[in-house]
Nanobody, 115 residues
Framework: QVQLVESGGGLVQAGGSLRVSCTAS????????MGWYRQAPGKQRELVAR???????QYADSVKGRFTISRDNAKNTVYLQMNSLKPEDTAVYYC?????????WGQGTQVTVSS
């Protein structure tokens, strides 16, 4: 069984930056995609960023140009760099790794952006 542990969330003022990380407990093979999702209070979980491979990424329209997803295979870690944060980015952020046949989720890390 693989565990994903997120870190790096916190409180930041609008316009600031944060980087959240997600580290897998062991190497994962046959990864189809890695991504970040978020869920704000009272809202459904939504895709923020997803990487199929280096150079093949997708972002929610609301974060394009501000957020960047990246990965470090040697560290079994995926990152989400968040710049120019807005209060509407406040949510619990979850990392996600898709393999065949399993999909893994982290426990979530809170990101709060104050105005």
């Amino acid at each position: 069984q693989v565990q994903l542990v997120e870190s790096g969330g916190g409180l930041v003022q609008a316009g600031g930056s944060l980087r959240v990380s997600c580290t897998a407990s062991r190497s994962i093979f046959s990864i189809n995609a890695m991504g970040w999702y978020r869920q704000a209070p009272g809202k459904q979980r939504e895709l923020v960023a997803r990487m199929v491979s280096v150079g093949r990424t997708q972002y929610a329209d609301s974060v394009k140009g501000r957020f960047t997803i990246s990965r470090d295979n040697a560290k079994n870690t995926v990152y989400l760099q968040m710049n120019s944060l807005k209060p509407e980015d406040t949510a619990v952020y979850y990392c996600n790794i898709e393999t065949v046949p399993y999909t893994y989720w982290g426990q979530g890390t809170q990101v709060t952006v104050s105005s």
